[in-house]
């Protein structure tokens, strides 16, 4: 009879327990909706997750001396989170009058930039600061739109540098096929051109950001998670800026390109191509008429690093290369004279000289730049021979500097004319080949690597922009080119009489207390005034410095081109250590 009693008991116990259950369940729903309604509310209702950017600065760009070239500065753009906006239209109006720019742009940027509601979607790049304190001050009629601070490249030196560092700018969609792979995404910015481009991957920081808790008028709350921007890495040059801003100086106003080097290891001080053009206008919504201009300018062609890109007929310059042929190979000595009447005749073809020359041996051909000499000897030596040796010395083919987009040039043979033209080669071929002219194709900064070869004594070196310790002395694998010291002298001896001779055709370079040993170059083109050129190297006894300038539609090579040269080596002297 106990038995009903006991599950009495444990029935009683249990509902006591649900009943404890169901009170403190009630006080719970009481708390979480009475006393802490408000804030799960604003929760709820008021307050948004946001993304937060946070650019990763690129490495900083310095010249052999540790300034600086290229840096970055703090700019400001806008942008607008989607999911914090409540009239699109309407806040995007607002914005448009308050920067007085069009409403039509930025639903366009709106459209284009949008990824997803978190995310802010950029409308406006580089705002001035005016505007960002504007739009601060207004930020309680702009839910949605913010202004956020990111470090923005800046190149201190604008033009000069321009086409040796290059210029940055948003990821372009085939781009980003090819790069997806290694870390790139939609919207990033990248190199374009220049030591931008070619160590982009080096120079890019790594993005930050972070998630965070705002109110509704976008005031931060608390930051949920972080991630900590990376920097790129910093690069340092074998550029002096001080003489790459006075060779842009010289060449301004010219369309034409300079290459200054140390003939021994490589290491190029400057880099000039002009016209030239602003990098920073790539980046800057305010100068986007510059922009259109720069891209339209078919004519000057301010992108084209002519001193890289440039492929131009050597013309004159290529003597070098003819004269160390045919004395290597016997086909002249330098006591062989050719009688120069101001042409010479091939069949029933007639070949010009700049002048009656009379009896020249090779010293007086190349003071003089006779071209009958030449056109003689290079018959002597053949096409064959001319060409390899033109290889020998770097020609047809790129050099590695540590640009993006570096022309190889052209050494014209009987191979090449057949498969190309269908036709044989001819010994008028040869005779224009002897001189630099016809098919031959070369740019400045072959022409300073291959004068570099006579200048160090016979070694081709690479020519490179990074400054390091490997780079101060010659490179173990650095090509030695198949001429003798004999040879080397004579070659030199006859450059230093361009310069220092009575009629010498670089005269105009000459430079009271310094030796300079050059060669001077017009090239005849299709149309307009020849192409002109000078290149060399200084000292003659211990070079340190070895240069090629070429001037478009320029004239004679011993002229403006000649004085840019004494122009440049006189600053050096002065004012750099280049020469010591």
């Known amino acids: 009879m106990r038995q009903p009693a006991n599950v009495n008991m444990r029935l009683r116990i249990l509902t006591l327990i649900i009943s404890v259950l169901f009170v403190i369940l009630i006080i719970g729903l009481w708390y979480t909706q009475v006393a802490r309604g408000s804030y799960y509310y604003n929760l709820s209702e008021k307050n948004r997750l946001r993304i937060v950017p946070i650019n990763g600065p690129r490495g900083i760009i310095y010249d052999r001396k540790g300034d600086i070239l290229a840096d970055n500065k703090l700019s400001f753009d806008v942008v607008i989170v989607p999911q914090e906006v409540k009239d699109k239209d309407k806040t995007l109006k607002t914005l448009a009058k308050l920067l007085n720019t069009s409403y039509e742009s930025l639903v366009k940027q709106y459209k284009k930039n949008r990824s997803f509601p978190f995310a802010p979607a950029l409308l406006i790049r580089g705002i001035s600061k005016d505007n960002a304190i504007i739009l601060e001050e207004d930020k309680l009629n702009l839910a949605g739109i913010v202004v956020q601070a990111n470090p923005d490249r800046t190149y201190l030196y604008g033009k000069d540098t321009a086409h040796l560092l290059g210029y940055?700018?948003?990821?372009?969609?085939?781009?980003?096929?090819?790069?997806?792979?290694?870390?790139?995404?939609?919207?990033?910015?990248?190199?374009?051109?220049?030591?931008?481009?070619?160590?982009?991957?080096?120079?890019?920081?790594?993005?930050?950001?972070?998630?965070?808790?705002?109110?509704?008028?976008?005031?931060?709350?608390?930051?949920?998670?972080?991630?900590?921007?990376?920097?790129?890495?910093?690069?340092?040059?074998?550029?002096?800026?001080?003489?790459?801003?006075?060779?842009?100086?010289?060449?301004?106003?010219?369309r034409g390109g300079a290459v200054f080097m140390d003939p021994n290891n490589g290491a190029i001080f400057a880099l000039v191509s002009s016209p030239s053009y602003d990098p920073e206008i790539f980046m800057n919504t305010d100068r986007r008429n510059e922009l259109k201009d720069v891209l339209r300018d078919k004519y000057n062609l301010p992108l084209l690093n002519r001193s890289v890109m440039g492929s131009y007929p050597p013309g004159s310059i290529f003597k070098i290369i003819t004269t160390a042929a045919a004395l290597k190979m016997r086909k002249i000595t330098p006591h062989t004279t050719f009688h120069c009447e101001g042409q010479f005749h091939l069949g029933n073809a007639t070949f010009a000289c700049n002048s009656t020359h009379g009896n020249e041996d090779i010293l007086g051909a190349l003071e003089h730049s006779c071209n009958v000499f030449f056109y003689n000897t290079g018959l002597k030596v053949g096409v064959d021979v001319l060409a390899r040796y033109a290889l020998d010395f770097g020609l047809g083919d790129v050099t590695g500097v540590e640009l993006p987009g570096e022309s190889s040039g052209h050494v014209p043979d009987r191979t090449w004319k057949m498969l190309k033209r269908g036709e044989n080669w001819y010994p008028g071929d040869t005779v224009n080949l002897s001189i630099g002219q016809g098919s031959m194709l070369m740019t400045p900064l072959q022409g300073a690597r291959m004068v570099s070869v006579i200048a160090n004594g016979g070694y081709l070196v690479t020519p490179h922009l990074i400054n390091g310790e490997s780079h101060h002395r010659r490179n173990p694998n650095t090509k030695r080119v198949d001429i003798s010291d004999e040879v080397l002298k004579i070659i030199k001896d006859g450059m230093r009489r361009v310069v220092e001779g009575d009629d010498g055709t670089g005269r105009q370079a000459r430079i009271d207390g310094l030796n300079i040993a050059a060669k001077t170059g017009t090239a005849e083109v299709s149309v307009g005034k020849s192409h002109a050129w000078f290149c060399g190297f200084a000292p003659l006894s211990n070079p340190k410095v070895a240069f090629a300038i070429l001037l478009e539609h320029g004239g004679k090579g011993g002229e403006d081109a000649a004085y840019i040269a004494k122009e440049a080596i006189e600053f050096i002297k002065g004012n750099t250590d280049l020469l010591q």
């Not at 481009?197 to 008028?217: A, I, W």
């Open 168 to 254: 940055i700018g948003e990821i372009h969609e085939e781009q980003l096929k090819r790069l997806k792979d290694y870390g790139y995404k939609g919207k990033d910015i990248i190199g374009h051109s220049g030591i931008e481009k070619f160590f982009d991957n080096t120079l890019r920081g790594r993005d930050g950001g972070m998630l965070v808790e705002v109110d509704n008028r976008g005031r931060q709350i608390r930051v949920i998670g972080s991630r900590e921007p990376v920097k790129g890495m910093d690069i340092h040059l074998t550029i002096d800026i001080r003489l790459q801003k006075f060779l842009n100086q010289l060449l301004h106003g010219r």
